[in-house]
């Protein structure tokens, strides 16, 4: 079990977001968290990569509390790719993507050895960007930015990859470009993956498993199946749904929503 | 693959390359005219001879007593100012960031004006200006202190509240104060190289050193903030030690500066800019060396201009004349 929370809770300060939340991942699995607006999804990402502090519970990395660890074998091991970027200026997308081998570098080390150059080299072209090595990140497109992003993550060569939101201000297009990506890198790299998802079909066609969270408490979590009920989109989101069965999986078809 | 690297490292060298070129040229030029210049012109043999204690007495004592101290003086306090601007704007993600943003300036200034102004301890005060300015960098970032963390914004806000609050204060000192120790005390406030020596330069010289050296090991860290808090975080960068690291390698770097020189102006401001837009961005593993470099030129260059007309004008009145109009010139040629 690569990350594994027990009863965590926390949140920002004078106010408990996330409320005792236990959640065990799989080697190799896809989990997207799923919920309303201020349901507290992107703030359990936040626990979980360590940028804000649990008040109460553990949060287990390969069976050791995170926060015992050196922040650099954290790193090592977990990536994380947050909801907005800042978009560093004046460096090439080469230069932000060897970034992410500062987990496994010296404080010493001024370049990147043979080890990190051939990491750097295979996260371009993983994600599809080493055409555009030599170009600034400020001049990308929003989708060309993303695959940098996450170019600079898989740099880190990590075993888990936490993701909030990823497909936010893409193009349909590039969302299922961005999905399928992450789909094969799954595969070749064994990834573990955890995203933020708003749309609700596509969490379901891409995920492994579904977490629902509702008011900061886990509502349930379990294949998009099993866990995508009429009575739970009711109860979630306040919407009544159609749910039907589709070549790609099941899709959701929002009818009416029940809030007055 | 292969070509596109060969490519990507060529470009990425030769502008770095051609900076160095260019600062190691200039800084070079500067100092030779800066030790041969002055109310005694020394040929560059005469300076030779000097350097080798040989030849007139005299040219010996304006070598070794009057110009090289002054000069040295002009480059560590120039490396100084340069490298902790670069420091702080990338720590502060913040390009208006200068080494006084975090109430260095205002520290060091109320002692030194309430030392002045009373007329005590004046042997001491190149030592109670490092001190007053350290002091009040400490208490902004009590300040900035989050519950587990240093807040960027409180850490600005902080150093603009305490700067106004002492400056009204020394402000208030030098209106109470006679007319002969205002004079001083502006001296003091504009920042000048005049009269500095050997001893101002052993007492902070070596400090200063040591946090140069720790300045460049800080910035791989600077790189990786620059990406955000959250990412920095993913990529194994404790937030809160980084900054407390930075900005206290900033701090020394100013606050060793101001206890040789006064407080000089717009170098740790313009040159940190100035070398971003010749080596063509953003990556401080050669924009903090190079900012030493280019600070240490800067104001050797200023240090030489302030002593070229009839009247020796303090240096850090030069820095600010010349700093402004190059700042907006930069702000507009800015393409990193």
């Known amino acids: 079990m690569p990350i594994e929370t027990q009863k965590i809770t926390g949140g920002y300060k004078n106010k408990t977001v996330i409320r005792q939340i236990d959640l065990t991942l799989q080697n190799g699995e896809w989990l997207s968290l799923l919920g309303a607006n201020g349901s507290g999804k992107s703030t359990f990402l936040k626990l979980l990569s360590r940028i804000l502090q649990p008040t109460k519970g553990l949060i287990l990395l390969d069976g050791k509390e995170i926060h015992d660890l050196p922040p650099n074998i954290v790193a090592q091991k977990m990536a994380i790719l947050p909801q907005q970027q800042t978009v560093p200026t004046g460096l090439t997308v080469h230069q932000l993507v060897s970034l992410g081998r500062t987990p496994h570098q010296s404080w010493w080390q001024w370049e990147l050895d043979v080890e990190d ?26 989708g ?44 070749q790299r064994e990834l573990t993956i955890i995203t933020v998802l708003h749309d609700i079909n596509l969490a379901a066609r891409y995920s492994d498993r579904l977490a629902l969270l509702d008011r900061g408490l886990l509502y349930g979590v379990g294949t998009p199946a099993e866990i995508l009920t009429p009575e739970a989109l009711i109860d979630v989101f306040g919407v009544k749904v159609e749910i039907i069965d589709t070549p790609v999986g099941i899709q959701i078809c929002p009818i009416a929503s029940c809030v007055t | 693959m292969k070509s596109s690297q060969k490519r990507r490292s060529t470009t990425f060298n030769s502008r770095i390359q051609l900076t160095i070129l260019l600062v190691t040229i200039g800084l070079i030029l500067t100092l030779a ?116 963390g240093i807040a960027i914004e409180r850490l600005i806000l902080g150093g603009v509240a305490i700067s106004s609050l002492f400056g009204s204060i020394q ?117 903090i060396p190079l900012s030493a470099a280019g600070g240490a ?40």
């Open chain 2, 33 to 148: 005219l800066s030790l041969s210049l002055g109310a005694v012109h020394l040929s560059l043999s005469e300076l030779w001879q000097a350097f080798l204690r040989q030849g007139e007495p005299v040219n010996q004592t304006i070598f070794w007593d009057l110009r090289l101290p002054r000069v040295m003086a002009a480059v560590t306090v120039g490396a100084a100012l340069g490298t902790s601007g670069a420091l702080l704007q990338g720590m502060l993600r913040n390009s208006l960031a200068t080494p006084f943003l975090l109430g260095i300036s205002a520290g060091a200034g109320l002692v030194v004006v309430a030392m002045v102004t009373l007329g005590v301890f004046q042997a001491w005060i190149p030592l109670a200006a490092w001190m007053g300015s350290v002091l009040t960098t400490v208490i902004v970032y009590f300040l900035a202190k989050t519950g587990d």
């Open chain 1, 117 to 142: 150059r051939q990491k750097v080299e295979e996260a371009l072209v993983q994600t599809q960007i080493d055409r555009e090595s030599d170009r600034p990140v400020t001049q990308l497109s929003g």
């Open chain 2, 171 to 287: 402000t208030t000192l030098l209106l109470l104060s006679e007319e002969g120790r205002i004079q001083r005390a502006l001296n003091w406030i504009v920042g000048s190289l005049n009269g500095r020596g050997w001893s101002e330069l052993t007492m902070a010289g070596p400090y200063i050193a040591v946090a140069l050296l720790c300045a460049c090991l800080l910035a791989r860290s600077l790189n990786v903030l620059n990406l955000g808090d959250d990412l920095a975080v993913g990529l194994g960068v404790s937030l809160a030690r980084s900054r407390i690291f930075i900005g206290g390698v900033a701090t020394l770097l100013a606050a060793g500066a101001v206890s040789v020189a006064g407080l000089i102006g717009f170098v740790g401001l313009v040159v940190p800019h100035g070398m971003r837009l010749l080596i063509g961005g953003n990556d401080y593993r050669w924009l």
């Open chain 1, 144 to 187: 060309e930015r993303q695959r940098a992003f996450l170019a600079l993550a898989l740099a880190q060569d990590p075993k888990i990859l936490l993701l909030d939101e990823p497909t936010t201000y893409l193009d349909i297009n590039y969302q299922l470009q961005l999905l399928e990506l992450l789909n094969r890198l799954k595969q």
């Open chain 2, 297 to 336: 030129l800067v104001l050797s260059l200023a240090d030489l201009l302030s002593r070229m007309g009839a009247v020796e004008l303090p240096v850090g009145a030069v820095t600010s004349l010349l700093g402004s109009p190059l700042f907006v010139w930069l702000l507009y040629r800015r393409s990193y």
